[in-house]
């Protein structure tokens, strides 16, 4: 069937369909990175918890697949200075550098409520660490101690293997081995304070050094992405 359209107008249209087809997608068709990702990246929280929060620094924590509450009331405690901790190799509190980067020296926030509550959710949907073999190798012994001390002091709250906390605990299988240790001996001794931490007290009060040590060789150990 002859179309009844003058001849140019037919020829410029077959041109802009050609044109759509063969131009590459605009920046804008570009899939955009995720809101909540780039505020993880450009506040601070990359440099000392890795990319994804998978690749943590020294004995920070891996927060990546943490669980998201714990995480929100965390940041939360350590921006208002409810929680504190032992020194770490600078002299300063454990928790004192995070919340130099969160807070300016004059008390403002530099992130807000919501943006803790996005970064929180980001991270607790990220694929956790992948369990990394320590350097030194550690004793069967103090392995199996671990297990069954946690399996008789720390089952309840969280979970099994670590793996299934009670809803605002944290995931603790597969953590670094140094930061479960450091915890719970600054839980201990009183150099970790802030909310909800009565009940760990509790247990850990009359806990050795080796008892931790033993805790922290088995937590450290357990894969959170094993099938």
Same mark, same amino acid.
């Given at each position: ?123 607790? *949907?990220? #694929? ?6 320590? !350097?030194? %190798? $550690? ?5 199996? @101690? /671990?297990? +069954?001390?946690?399996?008789? *002091?720390? #089952? ?6 670590? !793996?299934? %906390? $009670? ?5 603790? @299988? /597969?953590? +670094? ?24 007290? /509790? ?25």
């Amino acid at each position: 069937m002859s179309s009844n359209l003058p001849k140019s107008i037919v020829l410029a249209a077959f041109a802009a369909s050609t044109l759509m087809v063969s131009v590459p997608a605009s920046a804008a068709d570009k899939p955009k990175r995720d809101p909540a990702k780039k505020l993880y990246m450009t506040k601070t929280c990359m440099a000392c918890h890795g990319k994804n929060g998978r690749k943590a620094m020294l004995d920070y924590p891996n927060l990546a697949g943490q669980d998201e509450k714990y995480m929100v009331r965390q940041i939360e405690d350590i921006i208002s200075g409810k929680r504190t901790g032992s020194p770490d190799a600078t002299g300063n509190p454990r928790s004192e550098g995070m919340r130099g980067a969160l807070v300016t020296a004059e008390g403002e926030r530099r992130i807000s409520k919501d943006e803790v509550k996005m970064i929180s959710k980001w991270l607790a *949907k990220q #694929k956790p660490a992948d369990l990394k073999p320590p !350097k030194e %190798p $550690l004793d069967p012994a103090s392995v199996e @101690a /671990g297990k +069954k001390l946690y399996s008789k *002091k720390c #089952k309840a709250c969280h979970g099994r293997e670590g !793996k299934k %906390p $009670l809803k605002g605990n944290p995931y603790v @299988a /597969g953590q +670094k081995r140094a930061y479960i240790y450091t915890q719970m001996v600054d839980i201990r001794n009183k150099d970790r304070k802030g909310p909800k931490l009565a009940g760990m007290y /509790g247990i850990v009060k009359k806990m050795s050094d080796d008892d931790f040590a033993n805790l922290a060789d088995y937590l450290s150990q357990v894969d959170r992405n094993a099938k």
